[in-house]
C-alpha cells in the first residue's frame, strides 16, 4: 500500500490529468498507457492486479472507467482511488460541458448542424463497433450466439436489460459459453 | 416504434441524481444502453435524436462517453449544477461498490463458477450495446445526408474500427471531418 511521497502523489495525478485528454473513445482508450505508468514505470501494481481492475470495474455495474479507480484503490488505497479517478476525469468533464454549453448557444448554426448530422451515422456505426470487438474477443460460436440474441432482444422486444445480464451469468457459469 | 411528441423533465435536482443512480446501478458491462432505454423510452426525457446528437459530441471528446453524456444532459435541464448533480448520480454509488467488489473479488478471482459467469455476462453487455444501435438508427431516416450516404458513411466507419482495426484517432478525424463537410453542404443545398 502507500508509501508515496508527495512528489509521486503529484507526479501521478498530473500523468493522469495529461491522459484524460487523450481518452477519445473512452478511457479503456489509454489502459496500455495506464500500463505503462502504473505497472512498468512505477510498478505500483502488479500485471494480475492491473488485469483484475478492468475485470471488476465491467463486472460490477456502472460506468467502466471505474476500472481506474479499482488501480488508484489497489495501489494506493482511498486516497490512491480520487487521485486517479479525478485525474482522469477532470479535464475531459471541464472540455465536454464546454463544448455542450458552445453548442448549445449556436444550434442554428449550420457547421453546428453539420457536426450533429455528419457525425450522427459515426456515432451509431461506432456502437455497433465496440459491440463487435467485445464478442469477438473471446472465441467459441456459443459466445457470439449470446451476444446476438442479446442484440436482438434489446433491438426487439421490451425485456428489462437486468433479465438479460442475469441470464448471461447463468448461462455462462454453468459453462455453456 | 412512433416517438411521443411530448417530452417530460426532471422536477428536481433530486430526481435528476436518483435517476441517474438508477441508470449506473443497472449498467452491467456499459450504461449506455439501459441510459437510452431509460432516458428516450422510460422516462422520456430525450428524443432518440437528442441522445444520438449528445452521443456524438460525448464520443468525440476525450473522456468516458457516459460521463460525458450524463453531464450534458443534467445541463440541459438543470445548466451546472445538473451537471454536477448527475455526474454524481452517476459515479458515487457505483465507485463505493466497485471499491468493495474489488477486496471481495481477490477471493474469488480463481473461482470457475465467476469466470464462467463474468464471460457470460460479458457476451449479453457486447449484445446490448449492438441492439442499442439498432434501435437509434432510424433516426438516420430524417438525416439531411440522406440515407444512402449515411449507410455508405456508417460501413465505412465500422469496417475501420472493426474489422481493420485502425486506431480510433485516426478514423474520427479523418472520417468525421469528411461527414461533416458533405453534411454542411447538404445543408445550405449547393455550396
Known sequence: ?177 | MQEPPRLARPASLVELFVAFTALALQGFGGVLAIAQRVLCEQRRWLTREDFVEILAVGQVLPGPNIVNVSLMIGDRFFGWRGALVALAGMLSVPLVLVLVLAAIYVHYAQNAVVAGALNGMGAVAAGMIVGTALKLAPVLRSNPMGRPACASIAAICFACIALLHWPLLLVLPILGIAACVFAWGRLGGRP
Do not use: C
Open chain 1, 1 to 177: 500500500m502507500s508509501s508515496l511521497s508527495l512528489a509521486d502523489w503529484l507526479h501521478l495525478f498530473g500523468h493522469f490529468l495529461l491522459l484524460s485528454f487523450a481518452a477519445i473513445g473512452g478511457a479503456i482508450v489509454i489502459a496500455p498507457e495506464m500500463h505503462r505508468l502504473m505497472v512498468i514505470q512505477t510498478g505500483l501494481l502488479t500485471d494480475a492486479q492491473f488485469s483484475a481492475s478492468i475485470a471488476i470495474a465491467q463486472a460490477a455495474p456502472g460506468p467502466n472507467v471505474l476500472f481506474v479507480a479499482v488501480m488508484g484503490y489497489q495501489a494506493a488505497g482511498i486516497a490512491g482511488a480520487a487521485a486517479t479517478t479525478i485525474g482522469i476525469m477532470l479535464p475531459s468533464s471541464f472540455l465536454a460541458f464546454a463544448a455542450s454549453r458552445w453548442s448549445q448557444a449556436r444550434q442554428d448554426w449550420r457547421a453546428v448542424r453539420a457536426f450533429k448530422a455528419g457525425m450522427a451515422p459515426i456515432t451509431i456505426a461506432l456502437l455497433v463497433a465496440t459491440g463487435w470487438i467485445l464478442a469477438t474477443g473471446t472465441p467459441g460460436w456459443a459466445h457470439l450466439v449470446l451476444t446476438t440474441a442479446a442484440a436482438l432482444a434489446v433491438w426487439r422486444t421490451r425485456v428489462h436489460l437486468l433479465v438479460l445480464i442475469a441470464i448471461g451469468a447463468v448461462v455462462g457459469a454453468l459453462g455453456w459459453v
